[in-house]
């Protein structure tokens, strides 16, 4: 029997510790430059985001407010914009509104107007429109660089389907009211303003006005706007003013705010996304913020305004197929995400985080609801029908008096005895 040669052994070990080397520094080459690729795709979407601005705010919270000139603005990065004449304000508004709002001050009962922070540091030169400056952390938040700014699929309440575990498939949950089968030309409503507690940071808690149209599959149409705390959109937990768009069921289309190219913002003084300030608290002072969404008769574009006086911008007609014409369901409502932690319900708290039994003061509420219809008159929505999954988690509850018109409290705590 021969003896084995020790130099083989040395040459083997010495062969082996080189592969293990090289094998090493090929994953770690491999996984840097995928690093450095991502990087390089992030920076080229902020670049392509933040538009050279006129003049820079810093907000009290933290975020950065871009005063950029009003035809360099991100809708105008859409091939069908290019040439696009900007519509300084609707041709019509919708017949009642002032009437309307002059009846909703002499009755609120909030103590003073709502603002957003960043105002306190300054303000955005006319011919400007104030855009919160996206930042790198924010996208490396998202699922990837494409997702950034985007809805999951299938999140819009379906109040028709009686099968919880067809709607709430993506982990969101809602509590709302809403009309369908007829024409709507728009949908308005005063909206109780809170700081809902999220449980885990890819969580949200939003409210908000629906405007919809199509189907619920592929090619549902969808124009939203309301309040929203989403730590994973902004990186914090304060309440903020959005917007949202689709026209394909949150597929390829739309984003948040002006994360994409679509609305037309023409307003200097609100910035989509930006802090509201103040919040209402229990058992104290309470505010609210009037939403309105509505279609002009003579272009076709759908308008929003903010609070009595801020027209802020419209999202062109031809960015949708069925709202192209109009919309044949609105809903008013909370929802959330809720991902199920540990194996349990969510303890994101929907509204103010109690129950619509609570009332004014502790429970959050949707007021002087209306639906804006052919006429493009304002008027009290006729069976105004309520859904949400879970009763026990978020509920909701409507009714109506001459000074609130249609109104419903809503939300609730998520997770607690009823609700495991």
């Given amino acids: 029997?021969?003896?084995?040669?020790?130099?083989?052994?040395?040459?083997?070990?010495?062969?082996?510790?080189?592969?293990?080397?090289?094998?090493?520094?090929?994953?770690?080459?491999?996984?840097?430059?995928?690093?450095?690729?991502?990087?390089?795709?992030?920076?080229?979407?902020?670049?392509?985001?933040?538009?050279?601005?006129?003049?820079?705010?810093?907000?009290?919270?933290?975020d950065i407010i871009d005063c950029v000139h009003i035809s360099h603005q991100p809708a105008?990065?859409?091939?069908?914009?290019?040439?696009?004449?900007?519509?300084?304000?609707?041709?019509?508004?919708?017949?009642?509104?002032?009437?309307?709002?002059?009846?909703?001050?002499?009755?609120?009962?909030?103590?003073?107007?709502?603002?957003?922070?960043?105002?306190?540091?300054g303000k955005c030169p006319e011919d400007t429109i104030p855009i919160r400056r996206t930042r790198e952390a924010d996208v490396l938040r998202a699922s990837s660089?494409?997702?950034?700014?985007?809805?999951?699929?299938?999140?819009?309440?379906?109040?028709?389907?009686?099968?919880?575990?067809?709607?709430?498939?993506?982990?969101?949950?809602?509590?709302?009211?809403y009309?369908?089968?007829?024409?709507?030309?728009?949908?308005?409503?005063?909206?109780?303003?809170?700081?809902?507690?999220?449980?885990?940071?890819?969580?949200?808690?939003?409210?908000?006005?629906?405007?919809?149209?199509?189907?619920?599959?592929?090619?549902l149409n969808s124009i939203e706007a309301g309040w929203q705390v989403s730590p994973d959109l902004y990186g914090d937990n304060n309440t903020r003013l959005?917007?949202?768009?689709?026209?394909?069921?949150?597929?390829?289309?739309?984003?948040?705010?002006l994360l994409c190219s679509g609305f037309v913002q023409v307003n200097n003084e609100i910035a989509m996304g930006a802090s509201i300030s103040p919040i209402s608290s229990y058992r104290n002072s309470q505010y609210d913020i009037s939403i309105l969404i509505w279609k002009d008769p003579k272009e076709g574009h759908w308008w929003m305004q903010f609070s009595n006086n801020y027209v802020l911008g419209y999202w062109p007609s031809f960015l949708f197929s069925y709202l192209g014409d109009s919309a044949s369901m609105v809903e008013w409502g909370g929802e959330v995400v809720n991902s199920e932690p540990d194996g349990q319900h969510t303890s994101t708290q929907m509204g103010s985080g109690h129950f619509p039994e609570e009332g004014f003061g502790k429970s959050s509420y949707f007021r002087n609801i209306q639906i804006v219809d052919s006429s493009n008159n304002l008027k009290s929505p006729k069976d105004l029908g309520t859904f949400t999954e879970q009763s026990s988690c978020y509920d909701v509850q409507t009714g109506s008096n001459s000074d609130w018109g249609h109104y419903f409290y809503y939300g609730g705590p998520g997770q607690n005895p009823n609700c495991p």
Wanted: hydrophobic share 30%; glycine share 6%.
């Fill in 1 to 62: 029997m021969v003896a084995p040669d020790p130099e083989d052994g040395r040459r083997w070990r010495m062969g082996l510790l080189l592969f293990c080397l090289w094998s090493s520094s090929s994953i770690s080459f491999a996984a840097r430059s995928s690093v450095s690729r991502q990087k390089f795709e992030v920076r080229k979407h902020l670049k392509r985001l933040n538009k050279r601005p006129i003049k820079t705010i810093q907000s009290p919270d933290g």
């Fill in 76 to 121: 105008f990065d859409h091939p069908f914009l290019k040439d696009h004449k900007v519509q300084m304000r609707p041709s019509y508004h919708p017949e009642g509104l002032f009437r309307e709002d002059m009846k909703t001050m002499a009755s609120t009962e909030a103590t003073s107007p709502i603002t957003q922070l960043w105002h306190t540091n």
């Fill in 145 to 177: 660089v494409k997702r950034y700014g985007k809805k999951k699929h299938r999140s819009v309440p379906k109040p028709t389907s009686a099968d919880p575990d067809l709607v709430n498939e993506s982990g969101h949950q809602h509590a709302i009211a």
């Fill in 179 to 219: 009309v369908e089968g007829d024409q709507y030309y728009g949908a308005k409503a005063t909206i109780n303003v809170w700081e809902p507690s999220i449980q885990q940071p890819n969580e949200f808690s939003l409210s908000q006005i629906w405007v919809l149209g199509g189907s619920f599959g592929e090619d």
């Fill in 242 to 257: 959005f917007t949202y768009w689709t026209s394909d069921a949150y597929q390829a289309t739309g984003c948040y705010n």
